[in-house]
């Protein structure tokens, strides 16, 4: 394989991970996030793929891309190859900027890699233990590819631009591909992976076809995946550049970014939930009226401080639109959902005037811990007095993670009334099962009965 003046030491330590990394050797607190995880990607795919405008991308992804044995998952249950059914469901998975996150690696690594995992899994008539060792192998060296690369670049870009090297590894190690092969999958991945310049596209939002890069980043890995098999070589990584630094990679088998990551019990961008949840404290703790609000100040980093759009137009920007979510947020006083983006709520009049009342400001300590925590201070003028939060951080954090009823309210919500062939009905044995052939890898109908609770 030809890698130019590179060497490929760091890129080989990773291809190694990516085929020897097994359940059998994980701590059972990896084990079990890994299997959330991928339950929580799926439902966040099939609501995804019922957002406003989504149907635009899945139907080019469908009548693009060849028939093939993997599910796109809206429901027809159509069957495209590879490359189609990552694209269509990769979109979706980030149609409600519902999906986990990384603080460290500042991106959603389970939508890169589960919708290229799950396509490939089906191809292969996988187990689900091969899915979940996959994806647990993608969403590591994902996570570590971002590391190396934000450093090397010094640029903050979309997931997509290290997702495909993580979509890149699942299938490689899905379909059994050899130490070279893989290592030209995930070297084309990376070279050919978008850049996205991720506070253009919070300044203005554009659709799911270029939100963080998601959908593309997958499409790339699956891509890369197809002509390393085909026999293209890559041109080594990043890894092995010598300005680059690849001690992430030290920790692969060891340390596992996967239960540092966290999950969003709501729609929308992650850096606005925890105002949203220090209103919920401020509403709960004084039984404050929205109708009795004279004015809210939200205080944050100067990068939230950019979600300032008052009108969104459409359920992406209503997603970067800090007051727009703080405003449904507290006229509901109840956790924001998919049909909070829809065009009556955000046309409602009760949200829209309190939207205009709402003002956004830079707090030092939030802009501080910025690199451990995104965080938030809520004051709220109701009633000629002015309420005061702490600073507070969001729901599904290591710091405040979710309660069990919490999750699965959360899930409940996205597929509890998903229909048709293509949905994952039965995708909650991930959470229990360990061996067997998975449902995940066969989508089938039904309902996916999981309990809630109230906020």
Same mark, same amino acid.
């Given at each position: 394989?030809?890698?130019?003046?590179?060497?490929?030491?760091?890129?080989?330590?990773?291809?190694?991970?990516?085929?020897?990394?097994?359940?059998?050797?994980?701590?059972?607190?990896?084990?079990?996030?890994?299997?959330?995880?991928?339950?929580?990607?799926?439902?966040?795919?099939?609501?995804?793929?019922?957002?406003?405008?989504?149907?635009?991308?899945?139907?080019?992804?469908?009548?693009?891309?060849?028939?093939?044995?993997?599910?796109?998952?809206?429901?027809?249950?159509?069957?495209?190859?590879?490359?189609?059914?990552?694209?269509?469901?990769?979109?979706?998975?980030?149609?409600?900027?519902?999906?986990?996150?990384?603080?460290?690696?500042?991106?959603?690594?389970?939508?890169?890699?589960?919708?290229?995992?799950?396509?490939?899994?089906?191809?292969?008539?996988?187990?689900?233990?091969?899915?979940?060792?996959?994806?647990?192998?993608?969403?590591?060296?994902?996570?570590?590819?971002?590391?190396?690369?934000?450093?090397?670049?010094?640029?903050?870009?979309?997931?997509?631009?290290?997702?495909?090297?993580?979509?890149?590894?699942?299938?490689?190690?899905?379909?059994?591909?050899?130490?070279?092969?893989?290592?030209?999958?995930?070297?084309?991945?990376?070279?050919?992976?978008?850049?996205?310049?991720?506070?253009?596209?919070?300044?203005?939002?554009?659709?799911?076809?270029?939100?963080?890069?998601?959908?593309?980043?997958?499409?790339?890995?699956?891509?890369?995946?197809?002509?390393?098999?085909?026999?293209?070589?890559?041109?080594?990584?990043?890894?092995?550049?010598?300005?680059?630094?690849?001690?992430?990679?030290?920790?692969?088998?060891?340390?596992?970014?996967?239960?540092?990551?966290?999950?969003?019990?709501?729609?929308?961008?992650?850096?606005?939930?925890?105002?949203?949840?220090?209103?919920?404290?401020?509403?709960?703790?004084?039984?404050?009226?929205?109708?009795?609000?004279?004015?809210?100040?939200?205080?944050?980093?100067?990068?939230?401080?950019?979600?300032?759009?008052?009108?969104?137009?459409?359920?992406?920007?209503?997603?970067?639109?800090?007051?727009?979510?703080?405003?449904?947020?507290?006229?509901?006083?109840?956790?924001?959902?998919?049909?909070?983006?829809?065009?009556?709520?955000?046309?409602?009049?009760?949200?829209?005037?309190?939207?205009?009342?709402?003002?956004?400001?830079?707090?030092?300590?939030?802009?501080?811990?910025?690199? =451990?925590? &995104?965080? *938030? +201070?809520?004051?709220?003028?109701?009633?000629?007095? @002015?309420?005061? %939060?702490?600073?507070? $951080? /969001?729901?599904?954090?290591?710091?405040?993670?979710?309660?069990?009823?919490?999750?699965?309210?959360?899930?409940?919500?996205?597929?509890?009334?998903?229909?048709? =062939?293509? &949905?994952? *009905? +039965?995708?909650?044995?991930?959470?229990?099962?360990? @061996?067997?052939? %998975?449902?995940?890898? $066969? /989508?089938?109908?039904?309902?996916?009965?999981?309990?809630?609770?109230?906020?």
């Amino acid at each position: 394989m030809a890698t130019s003046s590179f060497g490929r030491e760091h890129m080989d330590r990773a291809v190694e991970y990516v085929h020897s990394e097994s359940l059998d050797e994980i701590p059972d607190e990896v084990d079990e996030a890994l299997r959330r995880r991928v339950l929580d990607q799926l439902a966040a795919v099939v609501a995804g793929h019922r957002v406003e405008r989504m149907d635009v991308s899945t139907d080019y992804a469908a009548e693009t891309y060849t028939a093939g044995e993997s599910t796109i998952l809206d429901g027809s249950g159509r069957e495209r190859c590879l490359e189609g059914a990552t694209l269509a469901n990769g979109l979706a998975g980030n149609a409600l900027d519902i999906d986990d996150g990384n603080r460290i690696a500042e991106g959603h690594p389970a939508a890169c890699v589960v919708p290229a995992a799950l396509a490939a899994a089906e191809e292969q008539d996988a187990t689900i233990r091969e899915l979940l060792d996959a994806v647990l192998a993608g969403y590591e060296v994902a996570c570590r590819t971002a590391l190396v690369l934000k450093e090397w670049t010094g640029m903050y870009n979309g997931s997509g631009s290290w997702g495909a090297v993580g979509a890149a590894a699942a299938i490689a190690r899905l379909r059994g591909y050899d130490h070279e092969t893989t290592a030209d999958a995930l070297g084309i991945a990376e070279w050919n992976a978008p850049i996205n310049p991720v506070m253009r596209s919070v300044a203005r939002p554009g659709s799911a076809m270029t939100k963080d890069g998601i959908g593309w980043g997958g499409f790339v890995g699956a891509t890369a995946a197809n002509v390393a098999r085909r026999g293209l070589n890559g041109s080594g990584m990043v890894f092995d550049d010598e300005e680059a630094d690849p001690s992430p990679l030290d920790s692969l088998g060891e340390e596992y970014f996967l239960t540092e990551s966290y999950y969003k019990p709501y729609p929308g961008c992650r850096w606005v939930h925890s105002g949203v949840d220090a209103a919920f404290e401020l509403l709960d703790e004084h039984g404050i009226d929205a109708e009795d609000i004279e004015a809210v100040r939200a205080y944050t980093h100067w990068k939230a401080m950019e979600l300032g759009t008052k009108r969104p137009a459409n359920p992406d920007e209503a997603e970067y639109s800090y007051p727009y979510m703080l405003a449904v947020a507290i006229v509901k006083n109840d956790w924001l959902t998919p049909a909070d983006f829809d065009e009556a709520m955000r046309t409602d009049e009760g949200v829209l005037d309190l939207v205009d009342k709402i003002s956004l400001h830079q707090d030092e300590e939030a802009q501080e811990l910025y690199s =451990e925590k &995104s965080t *938030s +201070r809520i004051e709220i003028d109701a009633d000629g007095e @002015t309420y005061t %939060s702490e600073l507070t $951080s /969001p729901r599904g954090s290591r710091e405040r993670p979710l309660t069990d009823d919490e999750y699965f309210k959360k899930q409940r919500v996205l597929i509890d009334d998903a229909e048709g =062939e293509g &949905s994952p *009905s +039965r995708c909650t044995t991930t959470s229990t099962t360990t @061996t067997g052939r %998975s449902a995940t890898c $066969s /989508p089938t109908g039904g309902r996916n009965e999981t309990h809630s609770s109230s906020r």
